[in-house]
């Protein structure tokens, strides 16, 4: 299949999904599954449009489409960061010294402003000017291209945009490094999720192989993302030197997800393993 073609269609299939996600939220703004499931829509519609781009070209129809986009991202993505907070305080941290109480309030706060901001943004109303539609021309050469030929150059150059990061991210104290390897990792694992149907052998393995490991390079960057806002909160606003019960809990979470991640990415073999060879052409 040629890559306009695979393209248009898959592109027409992520925004039928988005738009049918943005009347549920819309309708149900209270609903966090219907939050998340928008939430996942947007970002699978950004990475169609950023494959399209580097297999066709820019069109221009898709720049005010994915300014939208990214809008709305942000505050859906600022909800799930607190959620994500809430429930594992609830999870790892049911109960707790005083420090540990007036954070996850704090948090539960958060909670309560971003899921009202959410439902103001997501009015019925407010959404209808929001247009987002496949062009209807190709405007680069890139059209004719084979699509999975093309598909399997570009996910082994983010690949690599990854695994650069594998030898930085094994020092604990590089958390940022961690960070920036979840940030390419996404992107890999989503362009994966447009291009799955042109590769037979990216299956439910694949996918699964993928998720896990983004899940866990997601638990590690939230628990950084607790410990820092929990020890500032305690030494800035309270006052209190020691360490509380709940920086201690996540502390021993990260480093148990920490081992996990370094059985993984450990050896250049180890990433090339998660990875798999399911995207590669011939193999």
């Known amino acids: ?25 819309a309708a149900t703004p209270a609903s966090e599954k219907a939050v998340h499931d928008l939430r996942v829509s947007i970002r699978r519609a950004l990475a169609w449009t950023a494959v399209r781009e580097e297999l066709i070209g820019p069109a ?13 991202m942000s505050p859906l993505g600022k909800l799930r960061d607190a959620h994500v907070k809430r429930d594992a305080i609830r999870r790892h941290v049911p109960s707790g010294d005083r420090p540990s109480y007036l954070y996850a309030v704090l948090v ?34 890139g059209g004719g291209i084979d699509a999975a030929a093309e598909a399997s150059r570009l996910l082994a150059k983010l690949a690599e ?21 979840r940030l390419d990792f996404k992107r890999y694992r989503y362009a994966a999720e447009v291009f799955s149907p042109l590769f037979p052998r990216a299956g439910k393995a694949a996918a699964k192989r993928h998720q896990a490991f983004q899940t866990l390079l997601g638990t590690i960057h939230d628990c950084d993302v607790i410990l820092a806002e929990a020890r500032a ?13 709940l920086e201690t809990a996540f502390r021993r979470l990260r480093d148990e997800k920490y081992l996990e991640f370094r059985e993984i990415a450990g050896t250049a073999e180890g990433m090339s393993k998660m990875f798999g060879t399911e995207f590669r052409q011939g193999k």
């Open 1 to 25: 299949m040629k890559a306009a073609a695979f393209l248009a269609e898959t592109g027409r299939d992520r925004i039928g999904r988005f738009r049918e996600h943005l009347e549920e939220a």
């Open 60 to 72: 221009p129809e898709l720049r005010e489409a994915r300014a939208f986009l990214k809008k709305l």
């Open 108 to 141: 539960a706060s958060d909670v309560l402003r971003w899921e009202d901001r959410i439902r103001r943004l997501l009015r019925k109303g407010r959404n209808e000017r929001i247009r987002i539609r496949v062009p209807k021309r190709e405007i680069a050469p």
């Open 161 to 181: 945009n990854v695994a650069k990061h594998r030898k930085e991210a094994l020092d604990p104290a590089k958390s940022e490094a961690l960070h920036r390897m």
């Open 233 to 245: 909160f305690r030494r800035e606003i309270l006052g209190v030197a020691a360490e509380c019960t």
